[in-house]
């Protein structure tokens, strides 16, 4: 028996980083929203006990290394699975990039595994599950809009963010969140207006949305690849709404209403980077 299921990609509206924790990770504020961008899962039952990784993507590993691997095999040890699977991943999210492909992929492994092995776990405890995998997976198996406490992993459900465009532009580099947390200076930073972006959300406000995103971690990635800040400056001279960093970077994404400006943003950042993107956010 095969099962496909989807894996989008987040962005984030806001981005804080309040303290680091007695356990080692940072205690954040977060509001992401999925994307119409999104890999592709293909679940397939396997007699023998073992868990394949297949993908065409050079960057993915095949290994424990692999998110949606450590998926399966949490599941498996949790719920005493016995058969395996064979995962093959569809790579459309470019890999270490912000935008939580990994997360997004692991999340999607849970559910699709859920219904393939008939398990019956509810969305709150494959998030639960999603929580010891990784920060971001949690909310990648709700999927929508939210807010994230703690360490990613506590889910406050938002309304869906008005219609518009999302252009993503992503340079040809790969940035481990880890060099950014460390180069993090939490003495020295500015937060930004989370309760702003959770406000403006609530009132479906749009240009409230535009005035109020911000990325702690931005100034760090930008110091470090200036060719990142390239592109935040050639989006923001093409005319995007609001632009903005996700994640730890390196991608950058511009916030668009109108389909007319779309395509000149669109065009001029191909010049820039190989990889961009035009799509909708999901939401809900």
């Known amino acids: ?16 980083v309040l303290h680091k924790r007695p356990d080692g990770y940072h205690e954040v504020e977060m509001v992401m929203t999925t ?18 990784i297949l993908s065409h993507n050079r960057f993915v590993p095949d290994d424990g290394r692999n998110l949606a691997y450590q998926a399966a095999q949490l599941l498996k040890e949790r719920m005493d699975i016995k058969k395996g699977v064979s995962i093959s991943i569809d790579k459309v999210i470019p890999v270490a990039a912000g935008l939580a492909g990994g997360s997004s992929d692991a999340a999607a492994t849970l559910k699709g595994l859920n219904r393939l092995w008939d398990l019956g776990l509810s969305l709150d405890e494959l998030a639960e599950l ?32 008005p219609n518009c465009w999302v252009i993503l532009a992503k340079p040809t580099i790969g940035v481990s969140t880890a060099d ?36 702690v971690l931005e100034s760090v990635t930008l110091d470090m690849y200036p060719e990142v800040s390239q592109i935040k400056d050639q989006m923001q001279r093409f005319g995007a709404d609001a632009v903005l960093m996700s994640g730890s970077g390196p991608t950058v994404y511009g916030l668009v209403q109108y389909e007319s400006r779309l395509h000149r943003i669109y065009n001029g950042l191909r010049g ?7 799509v909708r956010m999901l939401g809900d």
Do not use: W
């Open 35 to 52: 994307i119409d961008l999104a890999d592709r899962i293909e679940l397939t039952n396997l007699s023998e006990d073992r868990i394949n």
């Open 272 to 278: 820039f980077c190989d990889q961009v993107f035009a």
């Open 130 to 161: 999603g929580s010891e995998i990784g920060s971001d997976v949690s909310f990648c198996v709700y999927g929508g809009t939210a807010l994230a406490t703690g360490r990613g992993e506590k889910i406050q459900h938002l309304p869906t963010p």
């Open 1 to 16: 028996m095969r099962l496909l299921v989807k894996a989008p990609a987040k962005i984030n509206l806001s981005l804080d």
């Open 180 to 215: 950014i947390y460390k180069n993090l200076d939490l003495n020295n930073i500015t937060h930004p207006n989370t309760r702003g972006v959770v406000s403006a959300l609530e009132n479906r406000n749009y240009n409230e949305i535009c005035s109020n995103l911000g990325n």
